[in-house]
C-alpha cells in the first residue's frame, strides 16, 4: 500500500507543473479567463491535497512496516541472545552486544524504511518526470539537460563502498566504546575505591576520540554527496535554461512548455539528492545486515539432542573418569574424576580456590558439556535428559550471587513465579533472612539496586538461597552460599537446609570446614583432582589434606578467639 502510494504521488505532483505551464500559455496567448485561472487554481488544490493524504498514506505504512521489521528483529536477537550459552559469553562484551540493538537495528531500519522509499521515489519519479520532458519538449533537450544527472549516480556508487567500509569502522568504534562505558558504570565502586577516575577519563577520552575521528571520517564522504548531487542538477537548470530559453525564442516550444519544462528539472533534484542518500542508507544498512547475520548465525553448542528419555530426574549423578579442559583454556580445570553421589544424600565439596568446585556444577547444569559418557544422572548419560528438565530439577545458589533490580518477593520467586506470601516468608526464614526483610520500609516488596548493590554480601546471598529453596528442587546446589555470613548464622541456616531438605540431593560447596562437616560424604577437591572423600570422622582419622585444612582452621579460630 504504502509502494503504491508512493507511485500515486508521484503522478500527481506531475500535474503541476503541467497546470502552472497551461497558466503561463493562456497567459501568453491572452486567452485565459479569470474564471479558467479560479478552475486551475482550484485544480491544483485538489492535486495538492491529494499529495497531502497519499504521502500521509505511504508514510504510516512504509514507515510503520520498517518499525514492524525493527521490532520483530529486536525479538529475534534478544531470544538469541537467551539461547547462547555461556562459553559464547566468555568471549562477548556487554557494550557491543548492545551495539547490535541499538546502532545496526537502526541502521536495518532505515534501510527497509526510508531506503526502500528514496530506491523507489528515485526510479519513479526520474522515469515519469523524464518521459515528460521528452513528451512536452523533445529529446534533444531533455538529453542535454539530464545528461550530467548519471555522474551523480556513479559518483555516489563509487563513493558508498567507501562509506561501507567506514561505516564499519564507526559501528566497531561505537560497540568498543559502549562496552568501556557498560564496564566503568559496573565497576564504579572498584573506580573509586581505587581512585582510578582520572586514568578511566583518560582512557574513556581516547577511545571517545577514535569515535569521533570514525564518526567525522563518514561524514565527510556524505559531505560530498549531496553538494556534488546540487552541483550537478544546478548544471542541469543552467543547460535547459539556455537551450529551452532559445528553443521558445525561435518557436519551437511555448511558453507554457518552456514553464513546465524548468519545473520538471527542479523536480529530478529530489530524486537526484535520494539517490545520493540512498547509496549511503543501503551501504550503513548492509553492512549492519552483515554483522546482524552473523550474530544470528552463532550457534549455541548446548543442545538437546534426540532420543531424550522422560520421566522424573530423582538425583543420583555420576563422575565417571572425567576429565575437562574448557573451552580456549589449556590447562585441565578437571582431572580423572570419579565420583558418585548418591539419591537424597548431603554431599560437601570442599578444595583450595580454583581446585575446580565449580567446574563440576557447571558441567551438571550443562552450562559446559562433559565428554559424553562421563557424568552420569540416575544412570543415564546427562545429555540424555532434556535439558529444561535437568535444569529445572536443579536449584543451583551460583558462588556470585546475582540479584535483579526487582523486588525482594520477585527475587526470591524468580524460577517458580507466583507463589503464596507464606512460602515466600517460609523460605527467608529458613536461610534467616526473614528478620533482616521485614526491618526495610517496604519489606519483602522493597526493590534492590542493580545486581543487589543496596544489600549487604550476607543479605544477598540469603535471598539467593531462598531463590533456590523455594522451587523445593530435586537436587539444591550451593557454591559458596554461605561464605558471607558469620559461622553463627551458618550453624542456623544449615540446621533448617538439614530439615527441610531430608532425603533430597543436596550439594554444598564450600572452603570452611563448619560448612561441610555435617555432609554425609565430602569430597576434596585439590588442582582438579579428588584427592579424598569419606564423612568427617573418616577424612579425620585418614589424617591427609582434610585432616591439615581442619587442624589449619581451628588454629586459625583459636587465635581469633584470644584476640
Ligand atoms: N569460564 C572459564 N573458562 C576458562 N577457564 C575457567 C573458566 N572458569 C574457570 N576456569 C578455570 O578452571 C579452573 C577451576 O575453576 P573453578 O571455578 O572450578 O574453581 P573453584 O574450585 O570453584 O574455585 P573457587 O573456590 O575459587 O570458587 C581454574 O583454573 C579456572 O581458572
Ligand atoms: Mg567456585
Not at 544470528?296 to 530423582?314: A, M, P, R
Amino acid at each position: 500500500m504504502g509502494l503504491t502510494a508512493v507511485i500515486i504521488v508521484d503522478l500527481l505532483q506531475l500535474k503541476i507543473p503541467e497546470l502552472t505551464g497551461s497558466i503561463a500559455d493562456g497567459l501568453e496567448l491572452g486567452t485565459i479567463t479569470s474564471n479558467d485561472l479560479l478552475q486551475i487554481i482550484l485544480y491544483l488544490l485538489v492535486v495538492g491535497f491529494g499529495i497531502v493524504f497519499f504521502r500521509f498514506i505511504w508514510r504510516i505504512n512504509i514507515f510503520g512496516t520498517s518499525r514492524r521489521i525493527e521490532y520483530g528483529l529486536r525479538n529475534d536477537y534478544f531470544e538469541h541472545l537467551e539461547s547462547l550459552s555461556p562459553s559464547f559469553y566468555n568471549k562477548q562484551k556487554t557494550g557491543d552486544l548492545m551495539a547490535y540493538a541499538t546502532n545496526d537495528l537502526n541502521a536495518i531500519r532505515m534501510l527497509v524504511g526510508p531506503g526502500v522509499l528514496m530506491a523507489l521515489d528515485t526510479i519513479v519519479l526520474t522515469t515519469i518526470v523524464i518521459s515528460k520532458m521528452i513528451q512536452i519538449t523533445n529529446t534533444r533537450l531533455t538529453l542535454l539537460a539530464v545528461i550530467p544527472m548519471p555522474v551523480i549516480a556513479i559518483a555516489s556508487l563509487f563513493l558508498g563502498k567507501v562509506i561501507r567500509a567506514r561505516y564499519k569502522k564507526k559501528q566497531e568504534a561505537f560497540a568498543y566504546m559502549s562496552d568501556i562505558v557498560q564496564e566503568n558504570i559496573s565497576g564504579i565502586r572498584v573506580v573509586k575505591t581505587f581512585v582510578q577516575e582520572g586514568f578511566e577519563m583518560i582512557r574513556f577520552k581516547e577511545v571517545n576520540n577514535d569515535n569521533y575521528a570514525k564518526n567525522i571520517s563518514v561524514v565527510k564522504i556524505h559531505a560530498l554527496i549531496f553538494p556534488l548531487a546540487m552541483l550537478i542538477t544546478g548544471v542541469s537548470i543552467t543547460i535547459a535554461l539556455f537551450v529551452g530559453g532559445r528553443m521558445t525564442m525561435l518557436g519551437q516550444i511555448s511558453l507554457g512548455d518552456f514553464v513546465a519544462f524548468t519545473q520538471y528539472i527542479m523536480m529530478l533534484i529530489w530524486p537526484m539528492i535520494a539517490l545520493g542518500w540512498f547509496i549511503n542508507i543501503y551501504s550503513q544498512g548492509m553492512a549492519s545486515v552483515t554483522r546482524f547475520k552473523e550474530m544470528l548465525n552463532v550457534k549455541t553448542d548446548i543442545v538437546d539432542k534426540e532420543n531424550l528419555c522422560n520421566g522424573e530426574i530423582k538425583g543420583e549423578i555420576n563422575f565417571e573418569n572425567l576429565n575437562f579442559t574448557y573451552p580456549d583454556a589449556n590447562i585441565k580445570a578437571l582431572d580423572n574424576i570419579n565420583l558418585k553421589i548418591e539419591e537424597g544424600k548431603h554431599i560437601g565439596i570442599i578444595g583450595r580456590t580454583g581446585s575446580g568446585k565449580t567446574t563440576l556444577v557447571n558441567l551438571l547444569l550443562r552450562m559446559f558439556d562433559a565428554p559424553r559418557g562421563s557424568l552420569m544422572m540416575d544412570n543415564k548419560i546427562i545429555e540424555e535428559w532434556p535439558i529444561k528438565k535437568l535444569r529445572k530439577s536443579i536449584g543451583y545458589v551460583p558462588q556470585d550471587s546475582f540479584l535483579f533490580s526487582d523486588s525482594i518477593k520477585n527475587n526470591i520467586t524468580f524460577g517458580i513465579g507466583e507463589c503464596s506470601i507464606s512460602d515466600i516468608e517460609e523460605a527467608a526464614k529458613n536461610v534467616d533472612v526473614h528478620d533482616s526483610i521485614i526491618e526495610f520500609e517496604k519489606g519483602y516488596e522493597t526493590i534492590v539496586g542493580e545486581r543487589g548493590v543496596t544489600l549487604s554480601g550476607g543479605q544477598k546471598q540469603r535471598i539467593s538461597i531462598a531463590r533456590a529453596l523455594i522451587l523445593d528442587p530435586t537436587i539444591l546446589i550451593l557454591d559458596d552460599a554461605v561464605s558471607a555470613v558469620d559461622t553463627k548464622t551458618e550453624e542456623k541456616i544449615l540446621g533448617h537446609l538439614k530439615n527441610v531438605r531430608k532425603g533430597k540431593t543436596t550439594i554444598t560447596i564450600a572452603h570452611r570446614i563448619s560448612t561441610v562437616q555435617d555432609s554425609d560424604c565430602i569430597f576434596v577437591l585439590d588442582e582438579g583432582k579428588l584427592i579424598e572423600s569419606g564423612t568427617h570422622e573418616e577424612l579425620l582419622v585418614g589424617k591427609g589434606i582434610y585432616y591439615g585444612m581442619v587442624m589449619k582452621q581451628q588454629l586459625e579460630k583459636s587465635i581469633a578467639d584470644t584476640e
